[in-house]
C-alpha cells in the first residue's frame, strides 16, 4: 500500500536541474528572437503606412499644399483616436456596472472582519450570557396596555345579527356619524 502512494521519479534531481536549465535557456533565446520580429514588423508596417516625405525640390506653394493635406490626415487620424477612445470608456463603463451586477447577485461585497482578541475568561461569559439569554421569558418585556372602556365595547359587540339590524337603515347610520 505504502509502494502505491510513493511515486518513483524516472529522472533523478540533476537530470531535472539540467533540463530546467535548458528549457530555461531555449525560453529567452525564444522570447529574444520575438521581440526581434515583432520590432521588424512594426517597422514596415510604419514604412507601409506612413511613407517617408521628399521635400526637396519642392515650391513653397507645393510645401504649402503638403502642409494642408498632412494636416487633413491629423485631423482624421485624431477624429478616428477619439471614437475608440469614447468607446473604450464606454465599454469599461459597462463593465464595471456588470461586475456590480454580478456581485449583488453573489451577495455583495464582504466586509473585512476584524480579529477581536479576548481572553478565554471572556469568551466562556459571552457564552453563558447567550444561553442564559435564549431562555429568558421575553413576556416579562414587553409593555402593558391599558384599554379604555369604549374601546372594550367595541371590541366585543356582542351577536353580529343584532347589531347589523340595528344599524341597518338610516338611524343606524345616524348612530356612526354620532359615535
Known amino acids: 500500500m505504502a509502494s502505491l502512494l510513493k511515486k518513483k521519479t524516472k529522472y533523478s534531481a540533476t537530470r531535472r536541474l539540467l533540463l530546467k536549465q ?5 525560453a529567452g533565446v525564444l522570447l529574444v528572437q520575438e521581440q526581434s520580429t515583432k520590432v521588424t514588423e512594426r517597422e514596415s508596417t510604419l514604412n507601409e503606412r506612413v511613407p517617408p516625405l521628399k521635400l ?13 493635406e ?11 483616436r477619439y471614437d475608440i477612445e469614447a468607446k473604450v470608456l464606454k465599454n469599461e463603463k459597462e463593465l464595471v456596472d456588470l461586475k456590480a451586477k ?14 477581536v482578541k ?19 421569558d421575553f413576556k416579562s418585556n414587553l409593555k402593558t396596555v391599558k384599554k379604555d ?3 372594550e365595547e367595541k371590541a366585543d359587540p356582542g ?15 345616524k348612530k356612526l356619524f354620532n359615535s
Open 159 to 173: 351577536d353580529w345579527r343584532k347589531n347589523v339590524e340595528s344599524l341597518s337603515g338610516m338611524e343606524g347610520r
Open 70 to 80: 498632412l494636416h487633413r490626415k491629423c485631423d482624421t487620424v485624431d477624429e478616428a
Open 22 to 26: 535548458k528549457l530555461l535557456k531555449k
Open 102 to 115: 454580478i456581485n449583488e447577485l453573489k451577495g455583495g461585497k464582504r466586509p473585512n472582519l476584524k480579529r
Open 56 to 68: 526637396s525640390g519642392l515650391s513653397v506653394q507645393e510645401l504649402q499644399e503638403l502642409c494642408k
Open 118 to 136: 479576548k481572553s478565554a475568561d471572556a469568551m466562556l461569559g459571552a457564552l453563558t450570557e447567550a444561553k442564559l439569554s435564549s431562555k429568558a
Open 149 to 151: 372602556k369604549k374601546e
